[in-house]
């Protein structure tokens, strides 16, 4: 948090991730997508010499189940399609280091963590979900990290993610 005031308003707090948004800092990548059976669908993310402070990735899904992983460092078989991440700061000219791609193939790695959206319902009663990796991240510079989207069944999906870059103080 920042704290600011003025002499109207003597203390006004700001959480961090709005300061950095606010500096230029802050970028996003969201993508939708369809599994018309069980398969699986990765992001991968490659960061560059500048921290990047991974803030969240959130998913939705029409049914379950989908099992998500965060991996550092996989091996990538299939690159798949570079993506533009959106500055959150629309005045801002500065561009992200880290390099995000979509439709990936990856193996291996370290799993720093699994989020699952659980089956509710059956037949013509299903019920999607969300799940999310929230907090804060630091990612290691010049390293791979992918997530990866497993999906159990045919089904819809939506995900968002965003971070800022900021050199650890």
């Given at each position: 948090?920042?704290?600011?005031?003025?002499?109207?308003?003597?203390?006004?707090?700001?959480?961090?991730?709005?300061?950095?948004?606010?500096?230029?800092?802050?970028?996003e990548?969201?993508?939708?997508?369809?599994?018309?059976?069980?398969g699986?669908?990765?992001?991968?993310?490659?960061?560059?010499?500048?921290?990047?402070?991974?803030?969240?990735?959130?998913?939705?899904?029409s049914?379950?189940?989908?099992?998500?992983?965060?991996?550092?460092?996989?091996?990538?078989?299939?690159?798949?399609?570079?993506?533009?991440?959106?500055?959150k700061?629309?005045?801002?000219?500065?561009?992200?280091?880290?390099?995000?791609?979509q439709?990936?193939?990856?193996?291996?790695?370290?799993?720093?963590?699994?989020?699952?959206?659980?089956?509710?319902?059956?037949?013509?009663?299903?019920?999607?979900?969300?799940?999310?990796?929230?907090?804060?991240?630091?990612?290691?510079?010049?390293?791979?990290?992918?997530?990866?989207?497993?999906?159990?069944?045919?089904?819809?999906?939506?995900?968002?993610?965003?971070?800022?870059?900021?050199?650890?103080?």
């Open positions: 948090m920042t704290l600011q005031g003025t002499r109207y308003a003597p203390i006004i707090t700001t959480a961090d991730v709005t300061d950095h948004i606010h500096a230029g800092l802050g970028y990548v969201s993508g939708t997508g369809v599994f018309a059976a069980a699986t669908y990765a992001f991968t993310g490659t960061t560059g010499s500048t921290p990047i402070h991974f803030h969240g990735f959130n998913l939705t899904s049914a379950g189940p989908v099992t998500m992983r965060l991996i550092e460092a996989p091996t990538v078989s299939v690159a798949g399609t570079a993506v533009s991440a959106i500055q700061n629309r005045s801002s000219t500065n561009v992200t280091s880290m390099v995000v791609k439709g990936a193939t990856v193996s291996g790695g370290t799993v720093l963590g699994i989020r699952m959206i659980h089956a509710v319902g059956g037949g013509a009663h299903t019920e999607g979900g969300a799940n999310a990796f929230s907090g804060e991240w630091i990612l290691k510079p010049n390293t791979v990290y992918a997530i990866t989207i497993e999906a159990g069944t045919a089904l819809t999906w939506s995900a968002v993610f965003h971070w800022y870059e900021l050199a650890i103080k």
